[in-house]
């Protein structure tokens, strides 16, 4: 988790400034390291590397495939050697029964919105949809495991920083695509789609994994048990 923290901060502090208040993108890497107890000196470490002339360079790449039970899986990976993680990633496709796909293939069934993210403890529904409303959010859903407040990609860094003046640090602020329509699938496909899932967020160049596939509670309450 943290070498992956690590890489999207020196991504970041490359592709701007090296300063979190001059640089949204950066300020967001920083803030979700924090979120996940990522100590200081890492976090600091992972900013000079960014100024080093011998640091490695890392390519972001999107792949789109299709999982078992024709669900629809979207891979962003951040590398320093597309051919290795091109093979990866196609490795765990065709293993799980699945192949991967052109970049486009599947995201047109996707929308790719911002996701900021705040603990219960910050209030309830009625305040925190008072204050993403006022910040320009779209839309907030609040569940026994926090509030989700979602907007529109172009206006992440505003929204955040607007909700941190109201509802103080999130505790996730980051780009996601969200399924427009899920596929429901049976107790075997969902095996293997976890599975699936599983093995390509062990690759340490894969930083995030996105399906549209559905499944029953009961169905999951199984697989986790």
């Not at 390291?33 to 080093?52: E, F, T, V, Y």
């Not at 219960?120 to 009625?126: A, C, E, F, I, T």
Request: with cysteine.
């Amino acid at each position: 988790m943290f070498s992956k923290l690590a890489r999207e901060i020196t991504v970041a502090a490359k592709a701007g400034l090296p300063d979190p208040t001059m640089n949204a993108r950066l300020r967001l890497a920083i803030q979700n390291a924090k979120a996940q107890s990522m100590p200081k000196d890492n976090i600091d470490r992972a900013i000079k590397k960014a100024a080093g002339a011998d640091g490695e360079n890392y390519d972001e790449v999107r792949y789109e495939g299709y999982g078992p039970g024709g669900t629809a899986i979207i891979v962003e990976a951040l590398t320093d050697n597309r051919n290795r993680t091109a093979s990866n990633v196609r490795s765990s496709f065709t293993k799980a029964g699945g192949a991967l796909g052109e970049t486009g293939s599947v995201s047109f069934s996707f929308d790719h919105v911002g996701e900021i993210t705040y603990k219960l403890s910050v209030g309830d529904g009625d305040k925190v949809m008072e204050a993403a409303i006022e910040a320009g959010a779209d839309d907030v859903e609040s569940d026994e495991d926090g509030h989700y407040i979602t907007c529109a990609f172009e206006a992440l860094g505003e929204v955040a920083k607007a909700l941190e003046s109201s509802l103080g640090e999130a505790e996730t602020v980051k780009a996601v695509w969200r399924a427009q329509n899920n596929v429901p699938v049976d107790e075997e496909k969902a095996q293997s789609l976890l599975k699936l899932i599983d093995s390509l967020e062990d690759d340490d160049d894969v930083q995030n994994v996105y399906s549209n596939f559905e499944v029953s509670e009961e169905v999951l309450a199984k697989l986790s048990a």
